[in-house]
């Protein structure tokens, strides 16, 4: 198969990979495996996604916030925290394996599941209001505890935003709309060190952004039209695709230890 012909094909696996991002995050959980299959090393692979993620979320992010589903005084005050804990994860790889985590983010996945599940009316009506001090500890230790999962752990970094947003009182809309903000944020960052390890294959890389930019664009105009309930049915899938995906890796890390 020649590059040309993969480029294709990734660019399809990035609509759906951007479709899925642009409404409850999860989207490298289906774009990183398919980039790694082309055979590039890891961190190239990385970056070559990394790269189309970009374009992803920041076509999902003018799209919400067009449409008013951005709350930009309450997102701008998490970027810095959001990167400081991103940052304090990476480093917190050098010396704890993720594989000590996992158990607890499986826990955290389950019970988030099943609240989803059984309660069917969460994130129908926006009931976020700002101001107080508890309110305020809690978007602190969100941002800077879900940056910390994303440096330190990473997949499913989007769900986590949009999971703790729904938990704030946002409704379904304006959470996708806040998590696209410090997705492009901390997506970009990570896209400039990247670049400046010449970690990106440009070919494979733009492919998936123009799979992304549409899947982005579809995804978000589904959101926006679609209603809560079908971003809450798509949550519950996405949640689950989690689920499994880190019971294997937890798993296969015991057997293989």
Not at 87 to 112: C, D, H
Not at 183 to 211: E, K, R
Not at 241 to 254: A, E, H, P, R, W
């Amino acid at each position: 198969m020649s590059a040309y012909e993969i480029a294709l094909i990734l660019a399809f696996i990035g609509t759906l990979a951007g479709f899925v991002d642009s409404i409850v995050g999860g989207g490298g959980l289906i774009s990183v495996p398919a980039v790694l299959l082309t055979g590039l090393l890891p961190a190239t692979a990385l970056g070559s996604n990394k790269l189309g993620s970009v374009f992803g979320a920041f076509t999902a992010m003018i799209n919400y916030a067009r449409h008013g589903a951005v709350s930009w005084d309450v997102v701008g005050r998490l970027v810095p925290l959001a990167f400081c804990g991103s940052l304090g994860g990476a480093a917190l790889v050098m010396w704890l394996s993720p594989t000590y985590v996992k158990p607890i983010v499986i826990a955290l996945l389950i019970a988030v599941l099943l609240f989803t599940i059984f309660k069917r009316d969460w994130g129908e009506v926006n009931i976020f209001h700002k101001g107080g001090y508890k309110q305020q500890v809690i978007l602190v230790t969100m941002a800077f505890g879900i940056g910390l999962y994303d440096g330190f752990i990473g997949p499913g970094t989007g769900t986590f935003l949009t999971i703790a947003f729904l938990l704030l009182g946002f409704d379904f809309l304006q959470a996708a709309g806040n998590t696209k903000v410090l997705n492009f944020i901390t997506n970009i960052t990570a896209l400039g060190l990247f670049l400046t390890m010449g970690q990106i294959d440009i070919l494979y890389g733009l492919s998936m952004a123009v799979g992304q930019v549409i899947g982005a664009f579809l995804g978000s105009r589904f959101a926006l039209t679609g209603g809560t309930r079908l971003v809450r049915l798509l949550l519950i899938v996405v949640t689950a695709g989690m689920l499994i995906k880190l019971v294997y890796d937890y798993t296969l890390s015991g057997a293989l230890g």
